[in-house]
């Protein structure tokens, strides 16, 4: 059974920092990608940031650019988001996924929350 599990959620004030992780198990799990999306109350998804395994192709939304990093450990089947100079509109439960290589999210993990005070 392929599991996404992410951690590292939680409260800050604005302009700190948090480093949310993924970290995928089971037998059977195998992808090209994998991704960051939030959600905040009464809104859709949004994408926020995605990575190859190969960790040479990255992609961010505009709205976290230079503020959000994306990294992967292959040995660990982990992915990170590295999240600096949060803002209170970066307020959302935060969802990672896993990607086939047209970049369909076909895995998702239970979400963590993260919030940011101002």
């Known amino acids: 059974q392929v599991q996404l599990v992410e951690s590292g959620g939680g409260l800050v004030q604005a302009g700190g920092s948090l480093r949310l992780s993924c970290a995928a198990s089971?037998?059977?799990?195998?992808?090209?990608?994998m991704g960051w999306f939030r959600q905040a109350p009464g809104k859709e998804r949004d994408f926020v940031a995605a990575?190859?395994?190969?960790?040479?192709?990255?992609y961010y939304a505009d709205s976290v650019k230079g503020r959000f990093t994306i990294s992967s450990d292959n040995a660990k089947n982990t992915v990170y988001l590295q999240m600096n100079s949060l803002k209170p509109e970066d307020t959302a439960v935060y969802y990672c996924?896993?990607?086939?290589?047209?970049?369909?999210?076909?895995?998702w993990g239970q979400g963590t929350q993260v919030t940011v005070s101002s």
């Open positions: 089971g037998r059977s799990f195998s992808s090209y990608a």
């Open positions: 990575i190859t395994w190969s960790g040479v192709s990255t």
């Open positions: 996924g896993a990607a086939n290589s047209d970049y369909d999210f076909y895995y």
